[in-house]
């Protein structure tokens, strides 16, 4: 047997074993219930990854709920594709831009409680399948809203209700509660070489 044939075989073989044991867990796999999902860290696609999700949602014919708590003093090409299909996505923008932009917090923290009893209808609506809460960690993280009864509220939705929360800086109480927690970390970006945000990219 060649060298290429010996090495095919035993790629095969892995594969084999790989299969048999991901087909176990699959099969031992059987719960199913709506997840918390937090996207956090200081890396590129937290948000970005969360409208995959709409997207794919929405494939699936599951309508979605969208609540964003910071963004707002632009547009977004998200805001402008899901707004499309206004029967599926019930999108809120509720922020009045980055906090460094608004400096005043007491307005920051009206305008959270404002999107918090937003999304609180939207949790408590059992047609919705999919909540996107996005930049509510940063809420969370500058003390805008209260941790404990944002959780008891997302902890209260429909059972088959999946949310997925966004934003730099979760809590450690937020990531305790998730589901699945991914945390995307900054390796290289274009903004620190002099590149401006750019449509279909940033926003």
């Known amino acids: 047997m060649s060298e290429s044939a010996a090495r095919d075989e035993r790629h095969k073989a892995r594969m084999q074993r790989k299969k048999a044991l991901i087909d176990e867990k699959i099969a031992q796999a059987q719960d199913e219930y709506g997840l918390l999902l937090v996207h956090s860290g200081n890396g590129k696609g937290k948000s970005s990854s969360a409208f995959g999700m709409v997207a794919r949602a929405l ?6 709920g969208v609540v964003q708590f910071i963004k707002g003093a632009a547009s977004t090409g998200e805001e402008a594709f899901f707004r499309r299909f206004p029967e599926e996505v019930s999108y809120h923008v509720m922020g009045e831009g980055f906090t460094w932009e608004t400096q005043d917090r007491q307005r920051d923290i009206d ?4 999107a918090w009893a937003v999304a609180r209808q939207l949790l408590n609506d059992p047609q919705i399948g999919l909540m996107v809460l996005d930049e509510l ?4 993280k500058h003390g805008y809203l209260e941790l404990d009864a944002v959780l008891a509220d997302i902890e209260a939705r429909p059972l088959l209700q999946h949310v ?3 934003g730099r800086g979760a809590l450690p109480g937020m990531i ?3 589901d699945t927690v991914t945390e995307m970390s ?3 970006h274009a903004f620190k070489a002099g590149v401006k945000a750019q449509k279909g990219i940033e926003f």
């Open 137 to 140: 960690n940063i809420a969370l």
């Open 176 to 178: 305790e509660a998730a």
């Open 164 to 166: 997925v929360v966004t």
């Open 186 to 188: 900054l390796v290289k």
């Open 111 to 114: 305008k959270a409680g404002e």
């Open 59 to 64: 494939g699936h014919g599951i309508k979605v």
